[in-house]
């Protein structure tokens, strides 16, 4: 019998990847025994109308350069070729379409994304099809996490485990902070990998 394929979903906008998301992905797959870890920069997102992100074509390509040297990493278009907004439930949906039934989702984001889970797409069927797993910096508030979350969606996450919390010491680098050290002039070299950071400033991207 086919044992059951354990692939995490790293969801994001990417704009850009840096090493926090890397170092999150690898300790997921690490710690999770995922089979594979599955990119998905999200196309348009629906919460991100007061800022335009870069084009999805790029974010993309930033993710594909920054992930070619893993061997259990992988880029996935799903949510860049999907017209309209880019909901969470909608591509979970369709990756387990393609995947099959006999595959257990993992969708690996930031914490502070999962905090506003209730004002997502069908929040509690997202947790009925996936496992959430919510990255954070070492010693962050969970008990602020918690809270946000009503009792029914909380009782899945200390009862059912179906939000798990990993502590990532690298998430204090911030995609935010990139783009301002890029619009400043400074360096953010180490942040993020060297092909990334040449292709930012090959194409004069956050000036
Ligand atoms: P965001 O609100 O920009 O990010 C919130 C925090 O989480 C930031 O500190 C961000 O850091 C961090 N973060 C984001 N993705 C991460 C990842 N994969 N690993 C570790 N940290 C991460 O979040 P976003 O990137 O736009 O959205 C996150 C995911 O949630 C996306 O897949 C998005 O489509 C999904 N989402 C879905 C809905 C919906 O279905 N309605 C609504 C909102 C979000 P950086 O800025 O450094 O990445």
Redesign the pocket.
């Known amino acids: 019998m086919r044992r059951v394929r354990r692939l995490g979903v790293?969801?994001?906008?990417?704009?850009p990847?840096?090493y926090?998301?890397l170092v999150?992905?690898e300790e997921a797959w690490s710690q999770l025994h995922l089979d594979e870890v599955l990119?998905?920069p999200?196309g348009r997102?629906?919460?991100?109308k007061d800022r335009e992100?870069l084009d999805p074509e790029y974010r993309y390509l930033m993710v594909a350069i920054a992930t070619a040297e893993n061997r259990h990493f992988q880029v996935s278009r799903v949510?860049i070729d999907r017209p309209g907004?880019?909901?969470?439930?909608?591509?979970i949906e369709e990756l387990k379409k393609v995947y099959g039934t006999k595959t257990d989702i993992f969708?690996?984001?930031?914490?502070?994304?999962?905090l506003?889970?209730l004002?997502?797409?069908?929040p509690e069927r997202?947790l009925e099809e996936c496992y959430l797993v919510a990255?954070t910096r070492p010693g962050y508030d969970l008990d602020k996490l918690k809270k946000a979350l009503p009792p029914r969606i909380r009782k899945r996450m200390d009862k059912d485990g179906r939000i798990i919390v990993l502590e990532?010491p690298s998430?204090s680098?911030?995609?935010?902070?990139?783009r301002e050290r890029v619009r400043t002039g400074r360096s953010i070299k180490y942040l993020v990998p060297e092909g990334i950071a040449e292709f930012i400033e090959k194409n004069g991207f956050y000036r």
């Open positions: 790293m969801g994001g906008t990417f704009d990847i840096h926090g998301h999150t992905a990119f998905v999200s997102p629906p919460h991100k992100s949510e907004l880019s909901y969470t439930i909608d591509t969708f690996i984001t930031g914490a502070d994304a999962i506003e889970i004002t997502w797409k069908e997202i990255a990532i998430l680098i911030s995609s935010t902070d990139i």
